[in-house]
């Protein structure tokens, strides 16, 4: 808090004597997460809140999370954990509030598995033993960080670092790169990225990403013969061998990339990997989002330690899907093409098996009206301790789980595209069987998809520009 460095356990923090009083969070459990919240009234002459939580069961820590708030507040605060909260838990909850008189108060509370405040002692009030229990999974956090360039250069608050506006005739190649590849074996999603003008254009000043119906035919598979690919050649450039890649195979009639088993859809995607990237900022586009059958659009940020075609790569992104009804079986939340997503997609072990598990951290706003039907103005603001997202001018809420977005504590690369179907946009264990129709993750998908995917009335992704500005002095 502050300029400095915080250590989250802040060992060596010394509460000052404020004249400031600290309510009890009131703390409520469902399943692996926990809300927090004080009301706002209480919070008046306080510059930012830290709440750590300990999740204890025996007298070991076996979860640990933070999250860290500035104004203006939330009207409460949630923290995921790796495993479910069970009965016989006891929750730790050390609070620190930074006042405008740059003091700190420090409260701990105990509660129980759900929620309720623990009649009983803190059993060590030690920062010191408490780190010893969950050393592993301690973080430095930078209030306040600037907005940098791939070089390590501070920008100015506010300042434009970058401004698309899809002028000319083509699409810019010193900025983008097109993805070439085929994500229907390694993804099971319905599309082959290519170059083709039908797939990616500007027309009229703006960028135009479409996904066209079974306009690569299965004979066609040389339209690979670009693939950029790095990983799951044999499946994402049709290759008989993985050395086919290999600049002296090239020429070898073995290694031309193998006939389809259907005729594909086609689309595209474009980044700026190795061409344009940043740390912390705002991001801004006008567009008009695709409505179609089990269309997404890929508006995403990506760090640069992952390639374009990394499965594993964690991504900010946002979204509406393109189906008109679509829900899940629980909540009945709608997955339709009326709400809007912000979204941190990141992989992490399983909970049941020992292998690595998407997970999607999402806010979401619904509109009367399906977002493709007009443009709108979008918002991304990445920050070190939380990202937030806007449509309009609207907020549709942020992001602030600290065990997440440490993995965007480097710089990032934009993608833009469009994509059809997939693990990680409909996972068929908690949609409603009936909307998905013919939809299933299965070799034989595409056969059956031909059946359903018949309501693409706007298959494309259009964006008027794009703009990234430095944070601001808020940090906005």
Not at 137 to 158: A, R, V
Not at 397 to 418: A, E, P, V
Request: hydrophobic share 30%; charged share 25%.
């Amino acid at each position: 808090m502050g300029r400095g460095c915080v250590l989250i356990w802040l060992v060596s923090l010394v509460c000052s004597l404020s004249a400031f009083t600290l309510t009890d969070p009131e703390v409520k459990v469902n399943g692996r997460k926990v809300f927090l919240s004080i009301p706002p009234g209480k919070l008046e002459n306080v510059i930012s809140i830290m709440f750590q939580a300990e999740i204890q069961r025996k007298n070991k820590c076996v979860s640990f999370n933070v999250t860290y708030a500035t104004h203006p507040w939330d009207s409460e605060y949630e923290m995921e954990f790796e495993n479910e909260i069970t009965s016989d838990s006891l929750i730790r909850i050390r609070t620190i509030i930074e006042g405008t008189d740059k003091k700190f108060t420090s409260l701990e509370t105990v509660h129980n598995g759900d929620g309720k405040k623990s009649e009983g002692q803190l059993s060590n009030k030690s920062l010191e033993s408490l780190m010893s229990k969950c050393q592993q999974q301690s973080l430095i956090i930078e209030p306040s960080k600037p907005s940098k360039d791939s070089s390590n250069h501070t920008f100015n608050p506010g300042q434009l670092i970058l401004e698309e506006n899809f002028d000319g005739q083509e699409i810019n190649n010193s900025l983008w790169t097109h993805e070439v590849r085929n994500l229907y074996d390694s993804r099971y999603e319905l599309v082959v990225f290519t170059k083709e003008s039908k797939n990616s254009k500007i027309d009229n000043n703006m960028l135009n990403i479409t996904v066209t119906r079974n306009t690569v035919a299965k004979n066609n598979s040389d339209i690979l013969r670009d693939c950029t690919t790095t990983k799951d050649v044999t499946s994402e450039c049709r290759l008989t061998y993985p050395d086919c890649k290999d600049k002296e195979n090239q020429h070898n009639k073995m290694c031309r990339p193998k006939p389809f088993d259907h005729d594909m859809n086609g689309s595209a995607s474009i980044h700026t990997k190795k061409k344009f990237s940043f740390k912390y900022g705002r991001i801004e586009f006008r567009g008009l989002l695709p409505r179609g059958d089990f269309i997404v659009p890929n508006i995403v940020l990506k760090p640069t330690d992952y390639t374009p075609c990394d499965k594993l790569s964690p991504q900010i992104r946002l979204f509406s899907r393109g189906n008109k009804m679509l829900q899940t079986k629980g909540d009945l939340r709608d997955f339709s093409g009326k709400t809007l997503f912000g979204s941190v997609l990141h992989w992490d072990l399983c909970p049941d098996k020992p292998m690595k598990c998407s997970f999607d951290k999402y806010v979401s706003k619904k509109s009367e009206t399906e977002f493709s039907k007009d443009f709108h103005n979008y918002t991304i603001i990445w920050r070190h301790d939380k990202i937030i997202f806007k449509v309009d001018g609207e907020s549709i809420g942020k992001i602030t789980d600290q065990q997440i977005l440490k993995k965007f504590q480097t710089q990032c690369y934009l993608t833009l595209g469009l994509t059809v179907g997939g693990f990680e946009n409909f996972n068929p264990d908690i949609l409603i069987e009936q909307h998905l129709g013919a939809y299933k993750h299965t070799p034989s998908m595409l056969k059956s998809s031909l059946k359903f995917l018949n309501d693409w009335k706007q298959p494309s992704l259009v964006i008027d520009y794009i703009r990234v500005y430095a944070l601001d002095e808020r940090g906005y």
